[in-house]
């Protein structure tokens, strides 16, 4: 027997809201926000704060009811938390310093400081703290579906990223990482639970390898819905099917230059150029006649120390180099100098260290204590192979608005950096730093790009694609455990931290990415499982007794076979009608009029087809709705 099936909704256009418009809000420029706002679905109320109207909340509670199935049937446990949460929380974590303006902050009216929720790890691991003592309640999983607010630098493309907006987050906690009820069962568990949670949403994604970014941790993979308007930038290897997101890919081994690392003669005298006006490398490349590939571009960091590193190795930057049409890659410069965490290194202080920010040469690095100078492989040659000659180099002056060409590594860092790593260990050493005594190392510190070799199968080059990041989940071990002494008896009477994992998926974004997906030039396509109604019935004679009650016949016995049906019931023109039934997007639209009702049938059409329709007769028309919506989902 198969399961009874749970009764669709009826709704009529006269009786909701669906304030559908021609013109979309002028800030609008991705398909998702410009459609969802002239479908009526969202409207802007403040940057990045938006009304779900009642279409869009049908679709929200259709992403979080399948959302809902998954969590549930991988053994997670839905709760609810607060979004209002006493700053105290994060004295352990510091993550009310380290999400910096991310964090929403407010005071309530005896001066006491709140975040308002941009992610929970802190509340849960307390709420678990005070509920869980003993390893034989481990491990458990718990998930919410709430808003949460950050304070995004740039709220853009509507439900894409806002600053409130709904998320799913869950935290799984263990006593194991490895072993039945550890971690990574969960973990790999979850990863299921996510494919199919996108898959039945309709949507084409990939997962992929990802940096754990604020929320830190240990491994972590990014569930990216395929689009071309994405932010993100993933890597994928088609011989191997590795995919990393840009920012934790990987790159294969890359050849040594032939005449070593640094190797090869100046191409010509040292010259100095005036470039003023000139901030980026492309407007150098302009001003000089250069190509990017001969520029190198310098970027300095300073490194986050603790209070005890600062006291035992003072303030410690790092200056990595990469070649100009490269971009340095944060994560890999952290893990090439062997730090916790860097940021960009302040321009006002920098200058008064004696970095020229903006017209940075490597020069700039040596002499000065505490500065490591990382090199990535491929702007760390004197010679190019390619070209068979010595490589012409373009690089600052160290000076405001100057340039030098003919740069050379081992004539003008005066030392030779071939033998750099024996050098100077009082002047140059960098403590703390991976370096040590070394100032200067060659690592990867670059983005993968295009063509690069495959870090998973020899002779492989990676591809590139783009795409929106719609899930992230993470192993997170035992950051938070740890800050804030969620510790527990284990099987043999020792206390331990709890091992953590958590896992986040934006619902609301997860809408506006099916809309990226899938759309037209006239509007919305939804795919059936997240429409607001699987059936749009159109009533072109809206006082005609004979369709009003056809159409009202229909819906019922629609709704009794589990289909949502909206009818459009508005004293409007047909084309009116027509244009607005394209662009809210309903998967099914019935079109009830004279001449089809003559023939016993109706207007059968498919949003997701060119085709014009058909004419079905009507004792068929709810056998063939329901086709058209079910093994959707
Ligand atoms: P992003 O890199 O896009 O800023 P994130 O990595 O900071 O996102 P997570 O902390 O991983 O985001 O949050 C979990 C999920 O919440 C994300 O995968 C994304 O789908 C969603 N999300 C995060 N920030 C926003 C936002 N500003 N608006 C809408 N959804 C968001
Ligand atoms: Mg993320």
Redesign the pocket.
């Known amino acids: 027997m198969s399961a009874p099936v749970q009764r669709g909704s009826i709704a009529r256009w006269n009786q909701t809201m669906i304030p559908t418009t021609r013109e979309a809000p002028a800030d609008a420029e991705s398909p998702s926000h410009i459609l969802l706002s002239r479908a009526g679905y969202i409207r802007k109320l403040g940057a ?1 704060i938006y009304d779900y109207l009642p279409l869009a909340w049908r679709v929200i509670k259709k992403v979080s009811a399948i959302v809902r199935e998954e969590m549930d049937a991988a053994g997670a446990s839905e709760l609810h938390l607060p979004v209002l949460l006493p700053i105290e929380l994060y004295a352990g974590t510091r993550r009310d310093r380290d999400y910096g303006d ?1 964090l929403f902050k407010i005071n309530d009216r005896k001066a006491g400081t709140y975040a308002l929720g ?2 929970h790890e802190e509340p849960i691991t307390e709420l678990v703290k005070g509920s869980v003592s003993s390893y034989k309640q481990l491990p458990i999983n718990l998930y919410q579906i709430q808003v ?1 607010f ?1 304070d ?1 630098a740039r ?1 853009r493309s509507g ?9 799913k ?1 869950a935290y799984s906690f263990h006593m194991n990482v490895e072993g039945p009820g550890g971690l990574n069962e969960t973990y790999d568990k979850m990863y299921q639970a996510y494919s199919n949670v996108f898959r039945r949403c309709g949507l084409s994604f990939t997962a992929v390898e ?1 940096e754990s ?3 830190g941790g240990s491994a972590s993979h ?2 990216m819905v395929n689009c071309e308007s994405g ?2 930038t993933v890597l994928r290897c088609p011989a191997s099917g590795y995919a990393a997101n840009v920012e934790k890919c990987e790159i294969g081994a890359r050849p040594a230059p032939s005449k070593g690392y640094f190797g090869g003669d100046p191409s010509g005298v040292m010259e100095e150029v005036h470039t003023p006006g000139c901030p980026g490398i492309e407007d150098v490349c302009t001003f000089m006649k250069v190509k990017p590939g001969n520029m190198l571009k310098s970027v300095l960091f300073k490194v986050v120390s603790s209070a005890e590193d600062l006291a035992k190795y003072g303030e410690e930057y790092i200056l990595a180099v990469v070649r100009g049409d490269h971009d340095v890659n944060e994560g890999k410069v952290k893990a090439a100098a062997g730090v916790k965490a860097i940021a960009l290194a302040d321009p006002a202080e920098a200058i008064k260290k004696g970095f020229a920010i903006g017209f940075v040469s490597p020069r700039a690095a040596v002499g000065k204590p505490g500065v490591l100078l990382l090199v990535d492989r491929e702007a760390a040659v004197g010679f190019d192979d390619a070209a068979g000659k010595a490589k012409f180099w373009v690089t600052g002056a160290d000076k405001k608005d100057h340039h030098v060409k003919h740069f050379n590594w081992v004539r003008d860092l005066g030392t030779d950096p071939l033998a750099a790593e024996a050098h100077q260990p009082e002047t140059h050493g960098t403590g703390g730093l991976k370096g040590g005594n070394k100032y200067m190392m060659v690592a990867d510190v670059r983005n993968a790009v295009a063509g690069d070799p495959s870090p998973r199968s020899a002779g492989a080059k990676l591809e590139t694609s783009r795409g ?5 989940i ?1 192993k997170l071990g035992t950051k938070y455990s740890e800050a804030m002494g969620l510790a527990i008896l284990d099987d043999k009477q020792q206390k331990r931290p709890v091992i953590m994992g958590c896992y ?7 809408m ?1 990415s099916s809309v990226e997906q899938n759309h037209d030039a006239d509007g919305i396509i939804w795919p059936a499982a997240i429409a607001p109604f699987g059936v749009l019935i159109t009533i072109m004679k809206h006082d005609a007794p004979e369709q009003t009650n056809l159409a009202a016949d229909l819906a019922e016995q629609l709704a009794a076979a589990g289909v949502d049906v909206l009818i459009d019931d508005r004293d409007e023109r047909p084309g009116v009608k027509f244009k607005d039934a394209d662009l809210i997007g309903i998967p099914v639209r019935l079109t009830l009029g004279d001449k089809a009702l003559a023939a016993a049938s109706v207007e059968f059409k498919l949003r997701s087809s060119k085709d014009k329709g058909s004419l079905v007769p009507i004792a068929e028309v709810v056998a063939a709705c329901v086709n058209a919506v079910r093994g959707n989902g």
């Open positions: 990045g991310l941009p992610t949460k950050r995004e709220p439900l894409l990223r806002g600053r409130e907006f709904i998320m987050d990802a970014g604020p929320i990014e569930f932010e993100d929106i990041e719609v899930g992230h993470f986040g998926i934006g619902v609301s974004r997860t506006a």
